[in-house]
């Protein structure tokens, strides 16, 4: 957790987005088993959760500037059990549910859900406000839930009072007001817009798939076209996007930085971007992926990103609207830790780990069309698709259909979930 015990600008921006001002995220783990998961098992990883980095909640300051603040927060939701037996089909529309009514300052953020499946295994979920953790962070969550002690506990006595807050913090934004107004006046760019049309099949804005698929051979298949790992993850994903009928011939593609030292539960990321072409190949999205992670986007218009913090949500959500929100999401969260390979006894046979959008409108739709999460777990590299382009993804059969028609293409011979 943030050693300051204060909310960072990207927690702020996630906390915007649960209150109606962008598209609603939270995050999500996805564990599958061959057999059915002993309810004892259950019990321990989620007392263990109610105890751990997870379980805060957000306070608001009493002082005007000052960041909002994180309060320990035991109360949580109980296990959430389907009720049947889940077709495997069925999975990933069961799991989209169960990111509704989380709420990292006035309820609970998160929540475990499980289910049996149909070829005699089961499911387990573990949901999660994006406010509360990144991608890897929720890993890290999980990893100290199972197998104890990982993440450092954060150090109340670091924690600063609100008045001293206050006053770094607009110290800050004067400071960065006037470097930047140095300048000239900073130019606010425009947010993005897409028409919001709804798909034909159904009312839905978002489906989800998820493919998996041997180490040896994505890195192989990498290897044949001159990329890595994470250019042809990306290349896959903006493949997947020009494969559904988007009209562009350029690409924006937001690529997610870690930018944590120490495994923490917090959002611990920076983020940057390139431009993909449709005669890019994993070669050459490797080159220009190389060149963006030496830069990453900054603040609108050049100001202070505290000056997000200090003035009203609303104020702040139009200042950094669209901000990081080009086609596509590529996210890739890395090697998972060796004890999320087991829930007690129980291997497990894939674990996914993705963003999905509860309650998101058509009204709500950003300019993102498709977000892609690619991690590693033992053997295997698992990819999360999520699409938000009902117009041209109408379920989620048909998402699953383009990610494998798209993987084969490339060489891959991935199994759908």
């Not at 598209?23 to 751990?52: C, M, N, S």
């Not at 990933?92 to 499946?117: H, V």
């Amino acid at each position: 957790m943030n050693s300051t015990g204060r909310l960072s600008v990207l927690d702020d921006m996630f906390l915007r987005s649960h209150r109606g001002l962008g598209a609603p995220i939270v995050l999500q783990g996805l564990w599958r088993t061959a057999d059915r998961v002993d309810a004892q098992v259950l019990e321990g990883l989620y007392d263990a959760l109610r105890t751990g980095p997870l379980a805060r909640r957000v306070v608001r300051p009493r002082v005007p500037g000052a960041r909002r603040s994180w309060q320990p927060n035991v109360r949580a939701y109980p296990i959430t059990q389907a009720p049947g037996v889940l077709r495997v089909t069925e999975l990933l529309d069961w799991a989209d549910a169960q990111g509704e009514g989380l709420d990292p300052e006035y309820g609970p953020g998160w929540r475990l859900s499980t289910a049996p499946l149909d070829d005699g295994g089961s499911v387990v979920c573990l949901t999660c406000s994006h406010t509360l953790a990144d991608g890897r962070a929720l890993a890290f969550a999980a990893d100290d839930a199972l197998s104890g002690g990982v993440v450092p506990p954060s150090d109340p006595r670091a924690r600063e009072s609100d008045w001293s807050d206050a006053r770094r913090q607009w110290w800050a934004v004067l400071r960065g007001t006037i470097t930047a107004l140095r300048h000239g006046i900073p130019r606010i760019p425009a947010a993005p817009t897409r028409s919001r049309e709804l798909g034909a099949a159904d009312d839905r804005s978002t489906h989800g798939a998820i493919l998996q698929c041997s180490v040896a051979e994505w890195n192989q298949v990498a290897d044949n076209h001159h990329g890595t790992t994470n250019s042809l993850f990306i290349y896959l994903v903006a493949t997947v996007l020009w494969t559904s009928g988007f009209p562009g011939e350029t690409i924006g593609a937001t690529l997610p930085v870690e930018t944590r030292a120490t495994p923490s539960v917090d959002n611990d990321i920076a983020t940057t971007q390139i431009s993909i072409v449709r005669t890019d190949t994993p070669g050459t999205i490797r080159a220009s992926a190389r060149s963006a992670y030496q830069r990453r986007i900054s603040a609108p218009g050049g100001m202070p990103e505290e000056l997000l913090q200090v003035v009203p949500d609303r104020w702040a959500h139009a200042l950094s609207k669209g901000v990081g929100d080009l086609d596509i999401l590529c996210s890739n969260i890395g090697t998972l830790p060796a004890s999320l390979r087991a829930l007690g006894p129980h291997r497990c046979t894939g674990i996914a780990a993705r963003g999905i959008n509860p309650g998101l409108t058509p009204a709500q739709l950003p300019r993102k069309r498709l977000a892609g999460y690619l991690c590693r777990i033992g053997d295997d590299y698992v990819l999360s698709l999520v699409s938000l382009d009902p117009a041209r993804v109408e379920s989620a059969s048909a998402l699953r259909k383009l990610a494998l028609d798209t993987a084969t293409a490339a060489g891959l011979h991935p199994r759908a979930w």
